[in-house]
């Protein structure tokens, strides 16, 4: 078995939906607080897309197939499925969706697992990270994706109503910066800066895609969630948050963001006051390894609001 293969085992968290209750249910809550329902005399209950939704354990989408139609988006069909019968959903309650927005298969990671487990020279890991990036080139818009087989974007425009994503943008590139790590010894420094790099210029194009995705495909409200800082100290990390929540600026300053969570930043800063407005946000805390406890993530929340 590669250790791509032993990563992906352990990615799932077993225990996740008993131990991230109050996070769920606080997750939730900032859900329904920002997606307002109005009801429209029709009976019909607003679109909402959840990105990257996995097995969910931290957001309730029982609770919240009560007022939307919900669009579970995942590239794990499996773990979709287990949540959808976890939480007792009816099939006139959801929709499960792969939305492409960034191609990369298990395969491919393989591949770069066997290339660096074997010290392979630096112009072929760099030729390797070009073909993920032009596989991955191009806008959102489907006119201008015309090969064989592309996404049809342009039948998914201001589909939903809303649309969130949760933890989503700094796993996109993820795996390849933990098989970096694992085969960090096989490589010199300058080497693995520029490695490094390589991935980061995935993470900006990935952000950017999902972002692009989203915006186009939702017609009122898209919200994010990411990781602010790991804290190994449960209540330590309840404090950073209240110091968040009360605009500390110092507080605010000490975040270094990790990668995927920078670029999104950035993205953001790009488009405030042009495409769309910050309406709300706010920060929490998410018990995240249920096992030892020793990893805590405060996480903000945003939410937007798209400008006509």
């Known amino acids: ?13 077993p225990d996740s939906h008993e131990h991230w209750t109050k996070y769920r249910q606080m997750v939730t809550d900032y859900i329904e607080k920002n997606c307002p329902v109005k009801d429209t005399g029709d009976g019909k209950r607003p679109i909402l897309a959840l990105w990257g939704i996995g097995q969910a354990g931290d957001i309730d989408i029982g609770r919240l197939a009560a007022a939307y139609k919900l669009v579970l988006i995942d590239r ?6 287990e949540a959808v019968q976890r939480y007792g959903l009816t099939e006139s309650e959801y929709v499960i969706a792969d939305i492409p927005f960034w191609r990369v298969d298990d395969d491919q990671y393989r591949l770069l697992d066997a290339l660096l487990e074997d010290g392979a020279d630096m112009e ?10 032009r596989q991955n080139s191009g806008k959102y818009i489907g006119k201008t994706q015309t090969e ?9 425009l201001d589909i939903f109503d809303y649309s969130v ?7 996109l590139n993820s795996r390849f910066a933990a098989l970096l790590y694992h085969y960090r010894g096989n490589y010199h420094d300058d080497d693995l800066r520029l490695i490094s790099s390589a991935i980061s210029g995935l993470n900006e194009s990935a952000v950017e895609r999902l972002n692009d995705y989203m915006y186009h495909t939702t017609e009122k409200r898209l919200i994010y969630g990411y990781e602010v800082s790991a804290v190994t100290d449960f209540l330590e990390a309840e404090k950073i948050a209240e110091r968040l929540n009360a605009g500390d600026l110092e507080t605010m300053k ?5 990668e995927g969570v920078s670029q999104l930043m950035g993205d953001i800063s790009l488009h405030r006051g ?7 946000n706010k920060y929490m805390v998410w ?3 249920t096992a030892s406890g020793q990893k805590n993530y405060v996480m903000g929340f945003v939410t937007m609001k798209k400008i006509s």
């Open 124 to 133: 072929h890991i760099l030729e390797f990270f070009e073909r993920i990036a």
């Open 254 to 258: 000490s975040i270094s963001h990790i």
């Open 274 to 280: 042009c495409d769309v407005d910050i309406i709300d």
């Open 1 to 13: 078995m590669s250790y791509f293969d032993e990563m992906t085992a352990t990615e799932r968290i």
């Open 76 to 81: 794990d069909e499996q773990a979709v499925r």
């Open 287 to 289: 018990p995240f390894d």
């Open 165 to 171: 994503a949760v933890g989503l943008h700094s796993q």
């Open 148 to 156: 064989p087989g592309a996404f049809d974007a342009d039948r998914y």
